[in-house]
Nanobody
């Protein structure tokens, strides 16, 4: 079964930066949009960012615009999330997923998910 696996999470201090990666076990992701979501403790999963299949279009939650950057390298079956100026409220488990409609923020059109990577941000 083709999987997507997130990596790059870890403890970071407020104001710091972190880069996450999401790699598929084969090349199926190169023709689909991909997205990052996050789930903070005690909260619902929320949309963070999405990219079209070729990276030509990107979409962000208002809360991360100007701070986070999504990108992809299809030759490596990988999608990235660069997070700058992190705050404690960014603490969450970050997930990547296939996304049928990247312009929408819903998680309901995401047929495949990774298991997530934890990002704790300390004050």
């Amino acid at each position: 079964q083709v999987q997507v696996v997130e990596s790059g999470g870890g403890l970071v201090q407020a104001g710091g930066s972190l880069g996450l990666s999401c790699t598929a076990s084969d090349s199926t992701t190169v023709s689909v949009a991909m997205a990052w979501f996050r789930q903070a403790p005690g909260k619902d999963r929320e949309f963070v960012a999405a990219t079209s299949w070729n990276g030509g279009s990107t979409y962000y939650a208002d809360s991360v615009k100007g701070r986070f950057t999504i990108s992809r390298m299809n030759s490596k079956n990988t999608v990235y999330l660069r997070m700058n100026s992190l705050k404690p409220e960014h603490t969450a488990v970050y997930y990547c997923a296939d996304k049928l409609t990247p312009v929408r923020t819903t998680a309901r059109d995401c047929p495949r998910w990774g298991e997530g990577t934890q990002v704790p941000v300390t004050a």
